[in-house]
């Protein structure tokens, strides 16, 4: 695949950094070459490299500069960069596909309404499509095991809301920009809230600590509020209900 110039991009970040950068937004092809560059990345077990991670569309690396210099890193890099077309490569083994309940709406949702105006949609017809997305864990961000999911379909490019919603609590599902967002706290927020979930992204004290990692994948399915109510009352675990597969490779 040929792509303009500057992409992939790599650069210096800080005394011991580097960023390889896919696109200047998010797609799902600079989504996907990210997480597999990175997966890469690991598997290379590079010494000297500290630690690794990605964002929507770039891969992250950190290393020691009394073991490796700016130069070799750039150098490595490129090397791995010529290697395949990370655009089209496979995404990294050991993903996993939750499945979680989800009301829609109601007034633990208020905003649903709203969402599927701004789709073109009926509320009925955007449950149904949001209810059957499967949307990727683009990256973890924001806040503490916090994912950005998508992409979600082209009439889901709905506009970020003018003013915050002053708050939404954890396990809020949040909508904008063909993008998804389970919260991992109480936050408020520019994104419509349209769901509501008893899921637990981040859970301290707990192994592991986040429950999802980049690449994983998730749906977000429609239940009513009584169900939802009976698993919050069970949800030692943290996984609000949710169930949970490997992906195949």
């Known amino acids: 695949m040929t792509r303009a110039d500057p992409f992939p991009l790599i650069r210096?970040?800080?005394l011991d950094g580097a960023l390889v950068t896919f696109a200047d937004t998010m797609t799902e092809p600079s989504n996907r070459a990210a997480l597999?560059?990175?997966g890469a990345l690991h598997e290379a077990g590079w010494e000297g490299v500290v630690e690794s991670s990605t964002s929507l569309a770039s891969a992250y690396l950190r290393f020691d500069p009394l073991r490796?210099?700016?130069?070799e890193v750039q150098a490595r890099l490129?090397?791995?960069l010529a290697?395949?077309?990370?655009?089209?490569?496979?995404l990294p083994s050991?993903?996993?596909l939750w499945r979680v309940p989800t009301v829609y709406g109601t007034d633990l949702a208020p905003q649903l309404e709203?969402?599927?105006a701004a789709a073109g949609l009926d509320v009925d017809e955007a449950v149904r499509r949001l209810g059957k997305s499967r949307v990727r864990v683009l990256t973890i961000g924001f806040a503490p095991g916090q994912p950005y999911l998508g992409p979600l379909a082209p009439e889901f490019d709905i506009p970020r809301l003018q003013q915050l919603t002053p708050m939404v609590p954890e396990g809020a599902l949040v909508c904008a920009i063909r993008q998804l967002i389970v919260f991992a706290g109480p936050t408020p927020t520019g994104w419509r809230h349209i769901g509501q979930t008893a899921f637990r992204c981040f859970r301290p004290g707990m192994e592991p600590t986040f429950a999802l990692n980049p690449g994983d994948e998730m749906v977000f399915e429609p239940i009513e509020?009584?169900?939802l109510e009976h698993i919050r009352a069970h949800n030692e675990d943290g996984t609000g209900g949710a169930t949970v597969e490997e992906i195949a490779a």
């Open 225 to 227: 509020r009584a169900e």
């Open 36 to 38: 597999a560059f990175r």
């Open 12 to 14: 210096t970040v800080g």
């Open 94 to 96: 050991g993903r996993k």
């Open 114 to 116: 709203d969402a599927a």
């Open 68 to 71: 490796l210099s700016h130069a």
């Open 83 to 90: 290697e395949r077309d990370w655009y089209a490569a496979p």
């Open 78 to 80: 490129a090397a791995l």
